[in-house]
């Protein structure tokens, strides 16, 4: 098994009535550990109101799978479905390469750093 781990921790300085986590992920996303760690994601999104932020500091990500793509394309609908947002921070260039390829990013806003989407995401 492959080691990842997933902290979240509360987004300050969001809107009223929106509430937001950021979640950084390090290690490596694959078959051996996706299916667990998205329970924790599905959970975070279950217990949240509406309106909620979600950034993914992807900064320490050093390789994700297609399941771990399609867990991350789930999440965005279910969270931008109750007026939610989902973008990706500090993405490294082959995590950014793999996105592009499968065309999420054309659904995720990418950000160079956490508070470059830190600052998106509050306005």
């Known amino acids: 098994m492959t080691d990842v781990q997933i902290t979240i921790e509360d987004l300050s300085g969001l809107p009223e009535g929106k509430s937001g986590k950021l979640i950084h992920v390090v290690g490596q996303l694959d078959e051996s550990n996706v299916d667990e760690k998205a329970k924790e994601i599905y959970s975070l999104i279950e217990r949240e109101s509406q309106a909620l932020t979600l950034i993914f500091d992807f900064s320490g990500l050093e390789y994700m799978n297609s399941k771990s793509i399609g867990y991350l394309t789930d999440w965005y609908s279910k969270v931008t479905a109750s007026g939610g947002n989902v973008v990706i921070a500090a993405?490294?260039?082959?995590?950014?390469?793999?996105?592009?390829?499968?065309?999420?990013?054309?659904?995720?806003?990418?950000?160079?750093?956490v508070d470059e989407a830190k600052l998106a995401v509050s306005q």
């Not at 499968?102 to 750093?113: E, H, I, K, R, S």
Request: proline content about 0%.
């Open 91 to 113: 993405a490294r260039e082959n995590i950014l390469d793999i996105l592009q390829v499968v065309g999420l990013t054309q659904l995720v806003n990418t950000y160079a750093t």
